[in-house]
């Protein structure tokens, strides 16, 4: 069976389940490694294999995901269909087998998986040859025309805010907790863009935040404020620092920022 | 017919064309070549076949042909230095991305409740991702109730895959070729386990005479001999 139970050290047991793209590729599994006739498939055995495997599944508490129940369904509606005795016909005219739509979608299946081992192979070759890559030196990049920081671009820098500032862990305790309402960091926010000249790095914008949710609810607030226009952004280059600024004019710098 | 490049021999033209693959990013076409050069188209495909077909002595890097066009890279034999230098490369694709993409190259342009269809599973998730590494694109949409977005491959899909274009992969009647032969394989293979089974039977009966006496007495015990 495709059930590999191993013992891990310290975590008990490590379940590994073959992983099957579907039913159609559990199926064709079981037919290749029963050794049987793909064109003649006996269907009573190869429906209580599948059954079987889904029950492992089940007991392993893996979710069985609805593909394999239909074809589970399909299975057993093949099964019952070949057990119940014909109608006498004449023999020359006998009714299309019941097996051979499935056996028409498993082999139709399987040329695309000769087709994706056959990509496999290839990828392991290129894989081994390096070409140039379009990536350059951020610093010859060419700037970024005004108008282009998308919502995209502003949750990169975020994470890379999360990632960098080491924000501390909320402590497990907190005798007063300080409100943080989004309405008094979108005035936070403009206070310290005011006293900084109108201009503050995105970097610089989250240095005071604290914690994860100041950092979240600083930057809802910068959204709010793009929303709103009291407030806009600008990126030098790719990848380079993204600049909040007070709006000067009309200029309308950001897309909208959709909630 | 442009001009032949004057006074500029197929030597010439071919260290140009080695020239220009070398700052390409992006695979070049004899044709691109040749408005840079200004030589002709052929000369400028002649001189890069040249340079495919190259002494691999010469040089730790090769041009390949791909996509349409002509590619430098770097030799197979020294991928484990360039990999140290470099870094690591992006993952490999999962089976089903393959699968996905299998499916649409051939049948493109297609939609998604196609490929769903052959593979028996959603195949949405991986579309996407596929969307975002640039292996696919979408083609439009089909005139069909709820106007599915049509998908096919990209010229980075060719790239990826080292393949000159969609010609390169096997047609349809060499595909179900494959897989009836595979089918007739297992058919005879279970033929020769059989044999073997018989065979294994028979020496479990009369052990052969370099077999240990200990091991001869596990092999009663039930145990086939796996030392054969």
Known sequence: ?259 | MTSDGGSLSLDDIRRGVECLLFVSPTPLTAREMALALEVDEALVERAARELVSRDPSQSGLMVREVAGGFQMATRPDYAVAVARFVGKRAQKLSRAALECLAIIAYNQPCTLPEVDAIRGVDSSGVAKSLLDKGLIRELGRKDAPGRPVLYGTTEEFLVYFGLKSLDDLPDQAVLEQMVSERAQAVLEETEDASVEDARRMVEQVFPPDEQDPEDGAQADAGEPLQSL
């Open chain 1, 1 to 259: 069976m495709a059930i590999d139970l191993r013992q891990e050290s310290s975590t008990g047991f490590q379940v590994r389940l073959q992983q099957f793209e579907g039913p159609l590729d559990l199926l064709l599994h079981l037919i290749r490694e029963q050794e049987l006739d793909i064109y003649d498939i006996p269907i009573a055995q190869v429906t209580d294999q599948y059954l079987l495997y889904l029950q492992r599944m089940e007991e392993l508490d893996l979710d069985i995901a609805g593909e394999f129940l239909v074809m589970a369904a399909t299975l057993i509606e093949l099964k019952s269909r070949m057990l119940l005795p014909r109608p006498p016909s004449p023999p020359e005219e006998e009714g299309p087998d019941p097996r051979a739509e499935l056996v028409e979608r498993l082999l139709e299946y399987e040329k695309y998986r000769e087709v994706a081992a056959l990509l496999r192979d290839q990828e392991e070759t290129c894989r081994l040859l390096y070409s140039r890559t379009v990536e350059v030196d951020p610093e010859e990049l060419p700037p970024v025309p005004s108008g282009t920081v998308t919502t995209a671009d502003l949750l990169a820098a975020l994470k890379r805010v999360l990632e960098r500032a080491e924000v501390e862990k909320e402590p497990a305790a907190v005798i007063p907790r300080r409100r943080i309402t989004l309405r008094l960091k979108m005035g936070e926010i403009l206070r310290r863009l005011k006293e900084s000249g109108g201009r503050l790095s995105f970097h610089d914008l989250f240095s005071s935040e604290r914690t994860r949710t100041e950092v979240v609810v600083a930057f809802l607030a910068l959204l709010e404020l793009l929303r709103q226009r009291k407030v806009d952004a600008q990126q030098e280059r790719c990848l380079g620092e993204i600049i909040i600024f007070e709006p000067a004019g009309e200029t309308v710098t950001l897309e909208a920022v959709s909630p």
